[in-house]
């Protein structure tokens, strides 16, 4: 398996509700990532998690928490989220450090109403 | 601070023409090095990567990218382009010792006419 999955794809919400993003990956890699790009922009950085801890937050807004709950799997919780944060939200893994790159997954296009 | 300047925003080019996209970085170190191909709405595909080495490596689809430390670039080449090549194309710097962070470019977005 040499893949990112992410699910869902895509994912409409209002400003008041709770939604989860899900990645996973059975790659054996120990580092993963939660980026945002926005439209005709390039991917930022959100958050970095390497051996299942939290080890770089962006300043990234309350309002998203990531969660890593195993080696395999990062979440990334979405509450009380603006019409700004739309955007698709991409998620990566690599096997320790940058030797091999990132694999990135296909995305979730989130929209904000 | 780490910078990554993707100068073409749009490149057209003929299928079956060549092409070189551009990149140049800032960085205090010879930096990891990364090309990176996406399709609309989709997520990226690493095309190819350094960090040491033979200063030319060969990617996958046909790409090569050559490192030139005096000039900061790490520019991305195709001797024939086709068609389906169309996409935008992110150059990024890889981090180590900010957790393994990339900073990408703005991208270039390459179309291709028949």
């Known amino acids: 398996d040499t893949e990112v999955t992410q699910t869902p794809k895509h994912l409409v919400m209002g400003m008041t509700n709770k939604k989860s993003l899900k990645c996973e990956q059975h790659?054996?890699?120990?580092?993963m990532y939660w980026y945002k790009q926005k439209a005709k922009k390039p991917p930022e950085l959100m958050f970095v998690?390497?051996?299942?801890?939290?080890?770089i937050n962006e300043s990234v807004p309350s309002r998203f928490s990531p969660e890593c709950p195993n080696s395999s799997l990062l979440n990334l919780h979405l509450h009380a989220l603006q019409p700004e944060d739309s955007a698709l939200y991409l998620c990566?893994?690599?096997?320790?450090?940058?030797?091999?790159?990132?694999?990135f997954g296909s995305g979730t296009r989130l929209t904000v109403v | 601070a780490q910078s990554v300047t993707q100068p073409d925003i749009h490149i057209t080019v003929s299928e079956g023409a060549s092409l070189e996209l551009r990149c140049n970085y800032s960085?205090?170190?010879?930096?990891?090095l990364f090309w990176y191909v996406q399709s609309p709405g989709q997520g990226l595909q690493l095309l190819l990567k350094?960090?040491?080495?033979?200063?030319l490596v060969q990617g996958i689809k046909g790409f090569e990218a050559e490192f030139k430390r005096s000039q900061s670039s790490f520019n991305l080449r195709k001797p024939s382009v086709h068609w389906s090549d169309a996409a935008e194309y992110f150059c990024?710097?890889?981090?180590?010792?900010?957790?393994?962070?990339?900073?990408f470019g703005a991208g270039t977005i390459l179309r291709v006419k028949s």
């Open positions: 998690y390497s051996y299942e801890k939290l080890s």
């Open positions: 790659m054996g890699h120990r580092a």
């Open positions: 990024a710097v890889g981090l180590m010792e900010y957790g393994n962070k990339l900073v």
């Open positions: 960085y205090g170190a010879t930096p990891y």
């Open positions: 350094y960090f040491s080495g033979d200063t």
């Open positions: 990566a893994s690599s096997l320790r450090d940058l030797s091999d790159g990132y694999t």
